[in-house]
């Protein structure tokens, strides 16, 4: 089983948009894989947006710790807030208590109260589920606010989207990854074959495009590359070829402007289902004919 992640510097590039399209021209067959749908963007998950999923499960996911000062022990002493980096706790009528949204679990008030009055609490950081969609199972989740471990949160996800391939031998995990270079970004790239890079011909564009290509450079993850809404700046295209003409990479495609994208995220469809004649879906319908070409490629 191969893993196919999408990923961009930056959000805003029309990751999800391209994620969604192959999701459903995998599953109608241009060509087709039956893949396993994994929405790795944990903290603003949208991919089931376009894909109208069924619950069939649901599950929580506990990460962390948070202070939680009991009101009974608590005497007012006050050195609980002098140690809290954070300012995450707060005066209340001679007491003290815990903002739950700026605490960063770092136990200095426990150890520093003199009365045991302060215990370290398990998070309930979020959730995570597995769906049906009419493409295929799509595993999904939601990051609480404020709360930490993304990263682990989106290795689950993988994880369970793996073991379900695995089990129901499907030949592909589709991943539409987060945006940027961080924790979550790595744990969502991690073990992938392949790794589609979107990006868009704006100065941000480039910049976070070279940022993300660095990132699977480093981990040894092959990379190519679509660039997005190309004809907005022929030249910025331009550029973006001639870097990855210097630096050894495939670009598969240029992805043309089209209103049709947003008609169909309105109507919550892949645009490839929605118009499946408008510009960017006979562009998307040859990307993933590529990408599935690149696929083969992959030991």
Known sequence: ????????????????????????????????????????????????????????????????????????????????????????????????????MGCEGCASCMYACPDEAIQMEDQLAGKWFQSDTRFGPLFHAALFPAQENSGKLVTLIKQQARLFGLDHEYPLVLVDGPPGIGCPVISAASGADLALIVTEPTAAGVHDMKRILDTTEHFGIRSLVCINKADLHPKGSEDIEQYCLDHGLEVLKHIPFDLAVTEAMVKGEPVTAHVPKSKASRALKELWARVADRLEEVA
């Open 1 to 100: 089983m191969k893993q196919l992640v999408i990923l961009s510097g930056k959000g805003g590039t029309g990751k999800t948009s391209v994620a969604a399209a192959f999701a459903h021209l995998a599953a109608q067959g241009a060509p087709k894989i039956r893949a396993v749908l994994a929405d790795a963007d944990v903290d603003a998950a949208n991919l089931e947006l376009v894909l109208d999923p069924r619950q069939v499960s649901e599950e929580e996911f506990w990460s962390g710790q948070a202070a939680v000062i009991s009101p009974g022990s608590c005497t007012g002493c006050g050195l609980c807030a002098e140690v809290c980096r954070f300012d995450a706790i707060i005066a209340s009528n001679g007491l003290y208590r815990v903002d739950d």
